[in-house]
């Protein structure tokens, strides 16, 4: 199952380098390249909290939250925000897919992407169902990509759980994407955290056995990440059993070709901080 999720994540996650995103979040009010980022992907759960929002996201430093949250709710209402994004994704696919963003195929993968977001459980899946819950936008592209994110947040919400079961939390994460060279190295800047938290989290992890003196990944530690990404993908199931071997290997194949076109026209950058590899 690990080809189809990672063509969900790229098909969804341009939103978060589209140059349209200064301009869009700007004129909605939004400060800043972060406060749009935290604002318009947490927008769907309403004027939330900096707690709520960096209990959600998981792995950014509370600090960097509270920079944006809530103040962006003062310059921006969520409904606004939900909307900016949404305009932001559809301007930035339609650049990166040309004549793709038309096709008849992207109607299908939205149809099928609906039917795998209405399969999935919302218990315990909070950014998720915040997602699931907005109306889906009636135009085939946009449609598709707000299916993708509700997908992308049901696996995230899931990755979460399993990052609390492993005892991991939001710095350790990171350390740990950092050392297997998984994600650039600005991430501790990426997710805001401090150089001394930085360094507290390597100390622990060295001392649970999962990092080495120098800081590299042990045989243990190897296993402790393996079994975080196989529970993840046991509780993303739902939504792919629900389309069956048949349903997951035609929305892989639809969403294949927009996937390359995103990657060929630099719609991503790699690495990136979200630890996505290339599909």
Request: hydrophobic letters at 45%; one cysteine or more.
């Amino acid at each position: 199952m690990d080809e189809i999720w990672r063509l969900i994540e790229c098909c969804h996650a341009p939103v978060y380098f589209a140059p349209e995103a200064k301009e869009r979040y700007a004129a909605a009010g939004l400060k800043g390249f972060w406060m749009g980022y935290f604002a318009s992907r947490s927008a769907a759960l309403g004027p939330a909290s900096p707690q709520v929002v960096t209990a959600a996201f998981y792995n950014f430093a509370p600090a960097m939250v509270a920079r944006a949250i809530p103040d962006a709710w003062r310059f921006c209402p969520p409904e606004q925000a939900i909307e900016a994004r949404l305009e932001v994704a559809g301007r930035c696919l339609r650049r990166l897919l040309g004549g793709l963003a038309d096709h008849a195929d992207v109607r299908e993968a939205a149809g099928l992407a609906r039917t795998a977001v209405e399969a999935c459980p919302a218990a315990g899946r909070v950014l998720f169902a915040a997602h699931a819950a907005l109306p889906p936008p009636g135009e085939p592209l946009a449609a598709l990509w707000h299916a993708l994110t509700a997908l992308r947040e049901f696996r995230g919400d899931g990755h979460v759980a399993a990052l609390v079961t492993a005892g991991l939390d939001g710095c350790e994460a990171n350390v740990v994407a950092s050392a297997l060279g998984l994600v650039p190295p600005e991430q501790r800047a990426y997710r805001g955290w401090t150089e001394g938290e930085w360094r507290a989290a390597t100390g622990r992890l060295r001392e649970r056995g999962v990092l080495d003196r120098e800081g590299v990944m042990t045989e243990r530690g190897r296993r402790e990440r393996d079994a975080v990404e196989a529970l993840t993908e046991r509780l993303a199931r739902a939504p792919m059993d629900a389309l069956g071997e048949t349903g997951v290997a035609r929305l892989a194949r639809l969403l294949r070709p927009l996937a390359a076109r995103i990657v060929d026209r630099g719609g991503l950058p790699f690495p990136n901080a979200m630890a996505m590899p290339r599909p």
